[in-house]
C-alpha cells in the first residue's frame, strides 16, 4: 500500500506570497492532519479534517488555512508568507478520526526569502 | 494533554536493548501514552502505544509504571538505523463528539546507536 505523499516536497516562495501544498492520504484513510516543524519551536499541529470538515485547529494565524475533498486527499494553504513560515510541512493520515496511529508523510520544504 | 519529560539525548551500542524513558507524573486517567519517532529528515513514524498495560509489538515494547507516572519504551536489538529523535507524547483517549486527540510533540530523545 502506497505511504502518504506529499507535493511539493521543495518550495521556494518570497514574503508576501502564498502557497498551497498538497497531501494524499493512505487509501482508504479518512483523516488528514497538518503540522508544522522548525528547529526553534519543533513540531506543532496546524489541524485536522475529517470528512471534508476542520474537526480541531491548532494555535496558528488565519493566514494558514485547509480543506479536503471527498477523496480524502488535502491542500493547505499559507497567504502573505512571512520569513517566520519557513519551516517543514508535514501531512499524517489516519484511518478515522481520533484514531491513535498516524502516518506521516516525507514533508514539504517551504523557504520563504 | 499531560506534559511529558524525556531525557535530550542518549547513547546505546548496537546490538545492544536502548530504554528510552519519559516522565509523565500528571497523565489522567483516560490518557494514553503513544511513542513515535523521526529519522533525519524523514515525517515521524508511529511506534506503539499503551493505556496501562505493557504493550509489545514487532519494533518495540512499551512498559508504563502501575501508577502510570513513567513509562519506559525498549528497542531490544538497537541497530545503527534506530537512530532518531524519540517522542513520547501523551493524548486524551478519543470522545465521539471530542476534539482534543491532536498529537502534541516535545523535544523528543535524541537516540545515537553506536557501532
Known amino acids: 500500500k502506497a505511504g502518504v505523499t506529499q507535493t511539493p516536497r521543495y518550495l521556494i516562495k518570497t514574503r508576501g506570497q502564498q502557497v498551497t501544498l498538497s497531501c494524499s492520504p493512505i487509501s482508504g484513510h479518512r483523516s488528514v492532519s497538518w503540522y508544522q516543524q522548525t528547529p526553534g519551536q519543533g513540531l506543532q499541529f496546524l489541524f485536522e479534517y475529517f470528512s471534508e470538515t476542520q474537526r480541531n485547529k491548532g494555535n496558528f494565524p488565519g493566514r494558514f488555512s485547509g480543506r479536503q475533498f471527498s477523496n480524502s486527499r488535502s491542500e493547505m494553504n499559507v497567504s502573505t508568507l512571512e520569513l517566520g513560515d519557513s519551516a517543514l510541512y508535514l501531512c499524517?493520515?489516519?484511518?478515522?478520526?481520533?484514531?491513535?496511529?498516524?502516518?506521516f508523510g516525507p514533508g514539504t520544504r517551504l523557504t520563504v526569502t | 494533554d499531560a506534559k511529558t519529560t524525556q531525557p535530550p539525548s542518549m547513547d546505546c551500542a548496537e546490538g545492544r536493548a536502548a530504554n528510552l524513558p519519559c516522565n509523565h507524573s500528571?497523565?489522567?486517567?483516560?490518557?494514553?501514552v503513544y511513542w513515535y519517532r523521526q529519522i533525519h529528515s524523514q515525517g515521524p513514524q508511529y511506534i506503539i502505544h499503551?493505556?496501562?498495560n505493557n504493550e509489545t509489538n514487532e519494533m518495540a515494547s512499551l512498559i508504563i509504571t502501575e501508577d502510570r507516572k513513567s513509562s519506559t519504551l525498549i528497542l531490544p536489538h538497537a541497530t545503527l538505523r534506530d537512530t532518531a529523535v524519540y517522542y513520547c507524547?501523551?493524548?486524551?483517549?478519543?470522545?465521539?463528539?471530542?476534539?482534543?486527540?491532536?498529537?502534541?510533540f516535545g523535544k523528543g530523545t535524541l537516540l545515537t546507536v553506536n557501532p
Open positions: 500528571t497523565i489522567s486517567g483516560n490518557e494514553y
Open positions: 507524547i501523551v493524548r486524551v483517549a478519543y470522545n465521539s463528539g471530542g476534539s482534543n486527540y491532536k498529537l502534541t
Open positions: 499524517a493520515s489516519s484511518l478515522d478520526q481520533g484514531t491513535y496511529e498516524q502516518y
Open positions: 499503551g493505556l496501562k
